[in-house]
């Protein structure tokens, strides 16, 4: 067993992994700016691709190699999930009592939304998915369905709120620049790093906040179909006064932060 943690220790420390995290983050870039697209799409009236994660696999795969491009998405989704995994088991050394236990919980947290972008390339890629929908309001049926289900899908909601006020909250105060390396924080690249990651975190919080606000109205409701993902968030949002400059600010945002995971593949500081 001592065997065993000390080979895990040595794999989440090693240079191997770094090279597949950044892999990963471009992947994840990759992801947003496509996301940035199609929110774009969407605030100019154009409702023929669904501004989603499924979606953006969707409009990827559809590009001139698209299938190729998009299992190398999943394979990179999939690298982050074992490079979460392997930071919940031997990470976070350092820490004690509480403040190690909320930051376990966190990388599993995001290996679980590694997992499901993972899996929603594979999907894709195999043509067994696509921009038909996020599924967010049949899950939320479901829950629904089971005792005490309504305040399930509250507790849902709020979980996600929760994440996204963490999101946003990291990218007011700069926290995610812990995550560059020291030249990625230096100069005028430096500088512009820093503007996009925090324009990105905050743009990536709200849109997150409002799917999470969604979730909570379905639940206090009781109306599984007030649900919805992202695509049903950024069209209520254009449903709004000034919803087309909203969508545009959030496009920007999701841009901002897929140029980011670039700059952090580059100036990766784990």
Not at 67 to 72: D, G, I, T
Not at 77 to 99: I, K, P
Request: contains cysteine.
């Amino acid at each position: 067993m001592t065997d065993a943690k000390q080979a895990g220790r040595q794999a989440e420390q090693s240079d191997t992994l770094d090279h597949l995290v950044r892999a990963g983050l471009v992947a994840y870039g990759v992801v947003h700016l496509l996301l940035a697209w199609l929110t774009v799409q969407l605030a100019l009236g154009d409702h023929s691709q669904e501004a989603s994660t499924s979606g953006a696999m969707s409009e990827l795969a559809q590009q001139p190699f698209g299938k190729a491009l998009v299992w190398a998405v999943a394979v990179g989704m999939f690298l982050l999930v074992l490079w979460r995994l392997l930071e919940a088991a031997f990470g976070h050394r350092t820490e004690e009592g509480w403040t190690r236990v909320g930051k376990v919980a966190m990388s599993l947290l995001k290996a679980a939304i590694y997992a499901v972008l993972a899996v929603t390339a594979t999907k894709v890629a195999l043509g067994s998915g696509g921009s038909g929908g996020s599924g967010s309001d049949t899950m939320t049926a479901k829950l629904m369905s089971k005792p005490g289900g309504q305040w399930l899908v509250v507790a849902a909601g709020l979980a996600i709120i929760g994440y996204a006020v963490q999101v946003a909250w990291r990218g007011w105060t700069e926290k995610f620049a812990e995550n560059l390396d020291t030249e990625g924080k230096l100069g005028m690249s430096g500088a512009a790093y820093l503007l996009l990651g925090k324009f990105g975190h905050i743009g990536k919080g709200i849109a997150l906040a409002i799917v999470g606000g969604l979730f909570v109205y379905a639940g206090i409701t009781h109306e599984s179909g007030k649900s919805g993902g992202l695509d049903e968030a950024l069209t209520k949002v254009l449903q709004q006064p000034f919803g087309q400059v909203l969508l545009f600010a959030i496009a920007v945002g999701f841009l901002c932060y897929g140029v980011y995971c670039f700059a952090r593949a580059r100036h990766l500081d784990r």
